[in-house]
């Protein structure tokens, strides 16, 4: 799903936000830290007991598991030069052992994704690849 670029600059990153939505549809975005292992996004805290206390671990693990994922930075200033990759997936919680040591994390599996300034684009301004099945 994801170039070897992509890949690259995804297992480069530590930070991202995560939007997920309540059961009534409320959304929340929050900046979180993370792990790419080339398959899937592993979100997780050093805290165990405050993050199965943040929302976005209560609307996965309450059932909403439609989630997008945004990692993104500044290449330059000057040029400017933003780039990044979204991401929209289907999170589960489950136990892993990563970044954050052993314990519940947020696992997200990707269907669609999108990039920018991470390669030359092919065609205009933004590349995209699967969609949803």
């Known amino acids: 799903m994801f170039s070897q670029a992509e890949i690259d600059y995804l297992k480069a990153q530590r930070l991202a936000r995560i939007a997920t ?9 929050s900046p979180v830290g993370f792990e790419f292992d080339g398959e899937y ?41 933003p780039r990044g990759i979204k991401v929209s ?14 314990g519940k994390y947020i696992r997200v599996t990707p269907k ?11 065609e205009g301004r933004w590349t995209s690849s699967k969609k949803w099945k």
């Open 89 to 102: 997936g289907i999170a589960e919680v489950t136990e892993h052992n990563g970044m954050f040591g052993d």
């Open 41 to 81: 996004f592993w979100i997780g805290s050093h805290s165990q007991d405050i993050f199965t206390r943040t929302r976005r671990y209560r609307n996965i693990a309450n059932g909403n598991d439609k989630v997008s994922i945004v990692v993104d930075d500044l290449a330059s200033v000057n040029p400017w030069r």
């Open 21 to 29: 939505a309540s059961a009534k549809g409320v959304p929340e975005v």
């Open 112 to 122: 669609v994704t999108a990039s920018w300034g991470i390669e030359p684009p092919k």
